[in-house]
């Protein structure tokens, strides 16, 4: 007898529902669009079925031509691009349509345009891009209908066996069907070291290679690989500290450890906002004025109570920053500094000022990016979150409401679109004030652990 796996239904993660509900939110206001309206010739049907014995797709939007019978099929997408996946999905809505019977002369996408910016009342007619994607489509409906074709053979025939080699791309030797056929793959493994496809990988996997230690001494590396399997098999860390005290005595006081926390909803929500544009609602900032002095603490959380959350920022950090910046302290400069620029293009009075921090950044994390302290223990990674219970276990994300800056925004934004009762919305207050004040404070312990060495 053959056992299909099919794996237990998941619950929905935070993101996952959000992305779902941007979904929906775009294809609701495609079909407000003009090219939808009524028309005497036109018969507009949104998520009609194509269906036959084996095959199953629904299109988001149908014109059907009423004298000719012929159909355009429109797939609407909550991207800005048209994505390759996004055509083959296309594609192959087109083949079942066929199978069915019906004549398709058009396909297109719908996606968003990422040159909108909102202006406080929503355009449909300029926020969404029509694609005609019918030539793409066409080029590959004949290779859909073969992965079809390949598909029910498959789902028809035995459990294929699978080698470590087949992994899927995105999640390397953690897909699915990878760890069920190898339960006892190791938590950290080669897969983490070398890019999805290289052949470095797949000679390593081809060969039964999981463990990093394991690495042959011929193989061929980088010198960056080659430190990450060195710390790997000594188990012991490997620090410059001759050239970490040099660059943070550079520093200049006041030193101000910052950290952002934003949103990027799919539609804009805020005014001069674009599609996913990142916008800041939160700050953290730790501050030494001097050397070996008190630590301090300030911070700003937007509760989106009438005014725009990145101009109560501005204004905040400008009071607390203006005239002080000294040097500020961030982990992973672009993500601060390309808010740093956005705040400044969105509100002109602030622009010097934004400039002028960008002037001062300093990434801590470039410390540990560019290997100058490695540890068996960040397992070859350099993100705060495996920094900082290697280096300061005195402090830990762990058991905490809000752990990650992805639920950060989600649940911010639930509080601040009044999804939550008013209790919710003090609870999540809290919470979010308590996950970004850890974020500088960690960076802070990070900094006293390094300049001890």
């Excluded at 929503?122 to 290779?143: F, G, K």
Aim: contains cysteine; charged residues 25%; glycine residues 6%.
């Amino acid at each position: 007898m053959t056992i299909i796996f099919r794996p237990p239904p998941a619950e929905l993660s935070l993101n996952d529902q959000l992305r779902r509900e941007a979904g929906y939110e775009v294809e609701g206001l495609a079909r407000t669009l003009k090219r939808f309206s009524a028309n005497p010739s036109i018969e507009v049907r949104f998520g009609e079925v194509f269906e036959t014995a084996t095959l199953y797709a629904k299109a988001d939007i149908v014109l059907r031509d009423l004298a000719t019978g012929e159909i355009e099929l429109f797939e609407v997408k909550s991207g800005t691009s048209a994505k390759d996946e996004y055509i083959n999905d296309l594609a192959f809505q087109c083949f079942a349509a066929t199978e069915c019977g019906q004549k398709v002369t058009r396909a297109h996408l719908i996606t968003l345009d990422n040159s909108y910016v909102f202006d406080g009342e929503l355009d449909p007619e300029s926020l969404l891009r029509i694609n005609d994607e019918t030539e793409a489509v066409m080029d590959r409906i004949d290779a859909i209908g073969q992965q079809a074709k390949d598909a029910l053979a498959l789902i028809a025939g035995p459990e294929p066996k699978v080698a470590l080699t087949d992994y899927c791309k995105p999640n390397k030797l953690d897909c699915l069907a990878i760890r069920r056929t190898f339960p006892d793959i190791p938590e950290y493994n080669v897969s983490h070291l070398f890019n999805a496809g290289s052949k470095k990988l797949n000679s390593l996997l081809a060969n039964g290679i999981l463990n990093i230690s394991d690495i042959p001494s011929h193989f061929k590396l980088t010198d960056r690989e080659s430190l990450i399997v060195e710390v790997e098999r000594s188990g012991l860390p490997k620090i410059d500290i001759e050239t970490i005290r040099g660059e943070l005595g550079e520093l200049k006081y006041p030193l101000n450890f910052l950290d952002y926390e934003s949103f990027n909803p799919a539609v804009p929500k805020f005014v001069k906002t674009r599609p996913y544009q990142q916008m800041v609602f939160q700050y953290s900032l730790h501050t030494i004025d001097e050397f070996g002095g008190e630590l301090k603490h300030s911070y700003h959380l937007s509760r989106n109570d009438g005014r725009h959350p990145t101009e109560e920022i501005a204004e905040r950090l400008f009071e607390d920053l203006n005239g002080r910046v000294g040097t500020v302290l961030i982990w992973s400069e672009g993500f601060e500094t390309k808010r740093n620029d956005e705040i400044g293009e969105m509100y002109q009075e602030f622009a010097a000022f934004f400039a002028e921090l960008n002037g001062a950044v300093y990434d801590l994390r470039k410390i540990f990016s560019r290997r100058l302290y490695m540890h068996p223990g960040f397992r070859g990674r350099d993100s705060i979150k495996k920094v900082l219970p290697v280096l300061c276990q005195h402090l830990t994300y762990e058991g905490k409401p809000i752990a990650d800056g992805l639920t950060a925004s989600i649940k911010w934004f639930h509080m601040a679109t009044g999804r939550c009762t008013a209790e919710e919305s003090e609870t999540i207050y809290r919470d979010l004030s308590d996950y970004c004040h850890l974020d500088t404070l960690a960076m802070v312990e990070i900094y006293k652990h390094l300049i001890s060495l």
